[in-house]
């Protein structure tokens, strides 16, 4: 029987001619910012957005893809990616105008004064800018999430290639509007104060562990397509997969959330006097009066 890590299980996919295309413009945009800004780089925000690609890509275009056909816990490591992995580290490295740069100089003019000014694009403006309220992010975000891992949407997913890509963009998209809302992402910024992204992301995190837990103690397997499968890799059982997939979830699934969680912590009691006097006035209140 060939390994699923054959170069025959390497699936060649349209998000890998996707992700060529935007790290090509990415790459473009970089090389014209270097010669303006007299070689000013931004290595740090280089790295965060290629890495993001590289989720991607593990995601849709690696041996994981037809592995998740055939284990649970393989499809939910997909669903990890595209929900926490990528969408955060490519909203960090801020790459908007960076893509938009390298596209021809009239096509931005027609574009941009399409959106930006003509009267029937109200409605699309109405709705960007709905969807960058944090509480519509944040609904958006965990309501698509659980919904699409509901037993009948889930099997769905598995019998129409069709279906099962759109969860995924899905699970992107929305995963960008989600870390946009904690994140600074020039020329976008993050609405939130530093205690209120922590306490986004940790109700973002909790919605996730509900999951987690309600597919570790489930006492049978919830999805027919997986159950019903004759065999799965490493002779594993459904149910054992089952709660696999609820350790990813769990697990590497909060390791993205977790860091934030600990950052917008560390940002909101360190740089700002005000937040370090309401700490100690919790302990001190005679601190508060002074």
């Known amino acids: ?5 054959s170069s025959a299980a390497w699936p060649v996919e349209p998000p890998l001619f996707v992700v060529v295309l935007v790290a090509a413009l990415y790459w ?19 790295v965060s957005f290629y890495l993001g690609l ?21 499809h939910m490591a997909q669903h990890v990616l595209l929900l926490t992995v990528a969408p955060a580290l490519i909203v960090l490295a801020a790459p908007w105008t960076q893509i938009w740069q390298p596209l021809p100089l ?3 003019r027609t574009v941009a004064k399409a959106i930006v000014v003509h009267p029937r694009a109200r409605p699309l403006r109405a709705t960007a800018h709905a969807l960058g309220q944090p509480v519509v992010a944040w609904v958006l975000f965990n309501v698509n999430m659980l919904l699409w ?19 995924h963009a899905l699970f992107f998209f929305t995963g960008l509007l989600f870390w946009a809302q904690v994140f600074d992402s020039v020329p976008f910024r ?4 530093w205690l209120w992204r922590a306490a986004y992301t940790t109700t973002g995190m909790l919605v996730g562990w509900v999951l987690a837990v309600v597919l570790a103690f489930a006492p049978t397997p919830l999805y027919h397509a997986y159950a019903s499968l004759p065999s799965r890799p490493g002779g594993i059982s459904a149910l054992a997969d089952q709660q696999v997939a609820a350790g990813v979830m769990w697990v590497p699934g909060s390791l993205v959330y977790t860091v ?12 700002e006097p005000e937040n370090r006097r309401a700490v100690m006035a919790a302990f001190d209140p005679s601190i508060g009066g002074a």
Do not use: C
């Open 28 to 46: 473009s945009g970089g090389r014209r910012r270097v010669s303006v800004r007299r070689g000013v780089a931004r290595p740090a925000k280089n």
């Open 190 to 193: 993050a609405r939130l104060s």
């Open 106 to 108: 009239g096509l931005r």
């Open 149 to 167: 891992h509901l037993p009948a949407l889930y099997d769905l997913t598995l019998r129409s290639q069709a279906v099962h890509e759109l969860e």
């Open 260 to 271: 934030a969680i600990l950052v917008f912590f560390y940002r909101w009691l360190g740089p």
């Open 54 to 74: 590289l989720a991607i890509l593990v995601a849709l275009d690696s041996p994981l893809d037809p592995l998740a056909d055939t284990l649970f816990a393989a």
């Open 1 to 5: 029987m060939p390994s699923v890590w």
